[in-house]
Each structure stands twice: as C-alpha cells, then as structure tokens.
C-alpha cells in the first residue's frame, strides 16, 4: 500500500494531525507544569549538554597516601550551558565509594555549608569544558575527603549535580541553559595497596 506524505507546511487542514499534535502539547504542559508529574527542565536530559568525567592520576596509591582524582565538565552542545566552576566535593561533586567488602566509604570531619556567590558560576561555550584536580582521599589535617581504609579495589562513580533551586539558576543563567543533574561520570575503579 502507497503511503502519502503531507508536508509539514501544508496549509490543509488535517484533523488527524492536528489531534495528535494537541495531546502531544497537552502531555508535554502537564509533564512540566503539573506537581505530580516528573519535573520539567527543557534541560532534563543533560548528556544532551553536558559530558562529566572522573579519572584517577594513578590508579594504584599506597595506603595513607593522598588520592587525587581529575574532574573534567565538557559542553557537548551548541549552545551556551550555565555551570559551577568550583567542581567542589561533596555538594557540587558526589562519590559514590564502595571499597572491596561492598561498604561504602565513609567521609571524615565536618562538612561546612558553603553558599556560592555569582562569581561560582560560569557559561561555557560550546565545546568549553572546566577541569579541576581534588585529593578526595582523609587529610589528616584538614580532616576532609573520604576514608580508604581497605587495601584492594575500590569501585567509584562521581556525578555533578547543582544544589541551588533550578528556577534561581535559570533566573542567574540568562539565555544560558541550566543543567541541575546529576550528570554520572564513567564508573572508575581505584586500587589502595600496602605500604612497602
């Protein structure tokens, strides 16, 4: 059977058409406008914007040494997308730690509550990114990051996350688009072996 094909800049009338369109754009206002429905971001997706990366400057340590790892933030769009240049543990940066028995990686010290001013954030262009080197293991001295106490293989996944209200984000991003999160790195696998 011969399908036709109808442009979609025919000014016929299509009563098919049009009735699908409505429920399409009715579905589309209560997804985003409806409380009860997931929330609405044009930016829901943000692998459609955003590309984050984790990645370990070694990936064997020693125990008790410091662990470092490289995050990257990656604009994959074509347009400007509005982000945290900070990149900062715990509130704009999770780990997710399972050492080799399976528990989670507890986190040492105090967690202080940091409020960003508007110089934390940046646009970045299309094909921009930000990076920034963190010790996320315990420093005995400022008592911050997470507890390797297990030698052996530790699994780990980080993901970038916006902590702030999405709609004072927008209102601060401009034109920009806003990527709240989380956006997941690539899982990663971290080995703490003894000491010689």
Same mark, same amino acid.
């Given at each position: ?10 000014? !016929? ?9 409505? $429920?399409?754009? !009715? @579905?589309?206002?209560?997804? @985003?406008?409806?409380?009860?429905? %997931? ?7 943000? #692998? ?11 990936? %064997? !340590? ?6 470092? +790892?490289?995050?990257?933030?990656? =604009?994959?769009? =074509? $347009?400007?997308?509005?982000?945290n240049r ?32 508007? /110089? %934390?954030?940046? !646009? +970045? ?35 970038? #996350? ?11 991003? /401009? ?12 899982? +990663?696998?971290? $080995?703490?072996?003894?000491k010689l």
């Amino acid at each position: 059977m011969k399908k036709s094909r109808v442009s979609e800049f025919s000014s !016929t009338p299509l009563p098919r058409v049009s009735s699908w369109f409505l $429920t399409a754009l !009715t @579905c589309v206002f209560f997804s @985003c406008f409806v409380p009860a429905h %997931a929330p609405c971001q044009a930016e829901a997706d943000g #692998n459609d914007y955003l590309r984050f990366e984790a990645q370990p400057l070694k990936s %064997a !340590t020693k125990q008790g040494e410091p662990i470092y +790892l490289r995050f990257r933030l990656t =604009n994959v769009s =074509n $347009t400007q997308v509005f982000v945290n240049r900070h990149l900062r543990l715990f509130d704009i940066i999770d780990l997710q730690i399972s050492g080799p028995s399976g528990q989670p990686a507890k986190w040492c010290g105090h967690i202080p509550e940091i409020i960003d001013t508007p /110089g %934390a954030f940046v !646009t +970045l262009a299309p094909g921009a990114r930000i990076e920034k080197v963190l010790m996320i293991s315990c420093d005995s001295k400022t008592r911050w990051g997470y507890e390797f106490a297990e030698l052996g293989d530790h699994e780990l996944t980080a993901s970038y #996350n916006l902590p702030q209200p999405l709609a004072e984000l927008k209102k601060a991003a /401009g034109s920009a688009v806003v990527v709240k999160g989380p956006i997941s790195a690539k899982p +990663l696998r971290l $080995t703490i072996v003894p000491k010689l």
